[in-house]
């Protein structure tokens, strides 16, 4: 793209143009590597207090020099624009932001998976959901303010605001005292192969750590059990089931 430029500082407007959004992807993965080193240094519950604090710093600067160069103000954190949108259309946004989540994760799995085979796009996957949930439960825990042993209740809370939650349908059922069972009553993965005549996508073992994982970073006494979730046989309305229970 950049043939005979020897400096970015040469390109065209275009080019430069490209170069800025190409700025972002290095931005977004240079977080990451920082925070995947820190958790290899120092432990996972370490880096995800650190990662908290350099978010909050870094993206307080970012957002208030971007909103500066191109005439934006901030509102508790919050670029102005996205307040003066219209509800549906806030709505809207989210939902789409959560879809590209979903759709950057496919993409990531359907890569691997053309250059590597299934099964090693199956185990990265897993690996991936190892890291990416505590991550998500930390993330959730800060903006609601759960304390470190959130018991079933701050699950039952953290389940609605995880990214699935923006994209598919959900559920909890047979609440009691010491335990609840959480349904995946639409998902969009599976709804999608279930069009196109194709079997469930067998995404129990990504299931057995994605769950897990993030009951215990809500609070580590709470164990995960699977009802029934893909390659396994499931009712026509949920595609998994888990079962969250608690010992005092």
Known sequence: MYEDISKASELSHEQTAHFIIDLFNRIIVHHALWFNEVRHQMGMEKALALLHEATSASYAI???HLGALLGFSMVEGVPAPLLEMAEP??????ERVAKNWLVNDGIWFQTIESH?????AKRCND??????????AHTIKQ???????AGLDGLKRALGFRVYESINVQSITEEKQDSFVFQMNECRVQQARKRRGLD???CKSAGLVE??????AIDKRIETNCIGCPPDEHPDDWFCAWKFSITS
């Open 62 to 64: 970012q957002m208030k």
């Open 89 to 94: 259309a806030l709505k809207e946004l989210k």
């Open 116 to 120: 590597e085979g299934m099964n090693e």
């Open 127 to 136: 690996s991936c959901w190892a890291h990416f949930s505590p991550f998500e």
């Open 143 to 149: 903006q609601l303010g759960l304390p470190e042993a």
């Open 200 to 202: 469930d996508y067998p």
């Open 211 to 216: 769950y897990g994982y993030f009951a215990r």
